[in-house]
């Protein structure tokens, strides 16, 4: 008798990362789309380095625990600090032996304040924190590992991006105008880095209720929207932006860079409605 039994996720991802060494930048807590990411990226066989901001070195030390006790680093590394960047960037090459796969980044920072009201009130130093956080870091971070994934004869960065970037969504303000420079900070550093056989590509995910974005108000309103009208009729899970990651990273997507991958049940192909 032939019984079927249908594939689990884990077994379908299995080796697909098989000797690939990366960092995911920007893991705060479980619900992280970063730690999502990981999960993926772990169960596909890849070897990780996780870097935190200082105030939660401890859950994400607990984190890399929980993944894979005693075989993941985490390295403090403040993006804004072009001497962190630097310094962490110099231990992941001691311990990956110069060469690297893949990055991850996945943060982002406005104040809260600018998260509401309309975006004509952005303060100047408001609207240059968000941009140096959620933009220009990757550029920052792309520059600290073109040596190594170019040791290693090629790579793959990937970001994680908003349609608020694109169109306008309520209350996103300061953070889409942020979310536009990194969606074409990827095109141009494609460009530079792509004879280097490196890829640069963003994912756009659909809201998901992050710690982050539990601050906002309305955010659970507009999560439930998109599970009434999105063409998946559903919301997106960091599951799903996490094995979309783990194409990105393998070489099944060899051919793409500079690319923004919609990650939202399809809720971007829609005109207003209501
Ligand atoms: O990119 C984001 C979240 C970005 C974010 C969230 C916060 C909240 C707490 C950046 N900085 C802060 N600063 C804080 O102090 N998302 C895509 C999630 C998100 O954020 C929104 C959204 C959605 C969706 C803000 C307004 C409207 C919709």
């Given at each position: 008798?032939?019984i079927q039994?249908?594939?689990?996720?884990?077994?379908?991802?299995?080796g697909?990362l098989?000797?690939?060494?990366?960092?995911?930048?920007?893991?705060?807590?479980?619900?992280?789309?970063?730690?999502g990411?990981?999960?993926?990226?772990?169960?596909?066989?890849?070897?990780?380095?996780?870097?935190?901001?200082?105030?939660?070195?401890?859950?994400?030390?607990?984190?890399?625990?929980?993944?894979?006790?005693g075989?993941?680093?985490?390295?403090?590394?403040?993006?804004?600090?072009?001497?962190?960047l630097e310094?962490?960037?110099?231990?992941?090459?001691?311990?990956?032996?110069?060469?690297?796969?893949?990055?991850?980044?996945?943060?982002?920072?406005?104040?809260?304040?600018?998260?509401?009201?309309?975006?004509?009130?952005?303060?100047?130093?408001?609207?240059?924190?968000?941009?140096?956080?959620?933009?220009?870091?990757?550029?920052?971070?792309?520059?600290?590992?073109e040596?190594?994934?170019?040791?290693?004869?090629?790579?793959?960065?990937?970001?994680?991006?908003?349609?608020?970037?694109?169109?306008?969504v309520?209350?996103?303000?300061?953070?889409?105008?942020?979310?536009?420079?990194?969606e074409c900070?990827v095109?141009?550093?494609?460009?530079?880095?792509g004879?280097?056989?490196?890829?640069?590509?963003?994912?756009?995910?659909g809201?998901?209720?992050t710690?982050?974005?539990s601050?906002?108000?309305?955010?659970?309103?507009?999560?439930?929207?998109?599970?009434?009208?999105?063409p998946?009729?559903?919301?997106?899970?960091?599951?799903?932006?996490?094995?979309?990651a783990l194409?990105?990273?393998?070489?099944?997507?060899?051919?793409?860079t500079?690319?923004?991958?919609?990650?939202?049940?399809g809720?971007?192909?829609?005109?207003?409605?209501?």
């Amino acid at each position: 008798m032939n019984i079927q039994i249908e594939e689990k996720p884990k077994t379908e991802r299995a080796g697909i990362l098989k000797g690939k060494k990366g960092v995911i930048l920007g893991i705060a807590n479980k619900w992280s789309i970063a730690w999502g990411i990981a999960n993926s990226l772990h169960e596909a066989g890849a070897e990780l380095i996780f870097t935190y901001q200082e105030r939660v070195k401890d859950r994400v030390e607990k984190l890399a625990e929980e993944i894979a006790s005693g075989q993941i680093s985490c390295i403090e590394c403040d993006v804004t600090s072009d001497e962190q960047l630097e310094k962490a960037f110099q231990e992941i090459s001691k311990i990956y032996d110069g060469k690297v796969d893949f990055i991850i980044h996945s943060l982002a920072f406005a104040n809260k304040d600018e998260l509401e009201g309309r975006y004509i009130d952005t303060s100047r130093s408001g609207f240059a924190l968000a941009q140096d956080i959620s933009a220009y870091s990757l550029a920052a971070v792309a520059k600290q590992a073109e040596p190594l994934l170019e040791k290693n004869g090629g790579g793959s960065i990937v970001t994680l991006t908003y349609i608020g970037g694109e169109r306008v969504v309520k209350n996103y303000n300061v953070m889409g105008v942020a979310k536009a420079a990194l969606e074409c900070s990827v095109k141009y550093l494609a460009n530079d880095l792509g004879p280097k056989n490196i890829r640069v590509n963003a994912i756009s995910a659909g809201p998901i209720k992050t710690l982050a974005a539990s601050a906002i108000s309305g955010i659970q309103s507009m999560i439930n929207e998109i599970a009434q009208i999105s063409p998946l009729r559903r919301n997106t899970e960091t599951e799903e932006v996490g094995d979309t990651a783990l194409f990105l990273v393998s070489n099944l997507s060899r051919g793409i860079t500079g690319e923004v991958i919609h990650v939202d049940s399809g809720f971007h192909v829609l005109a207003a409605m209501k």
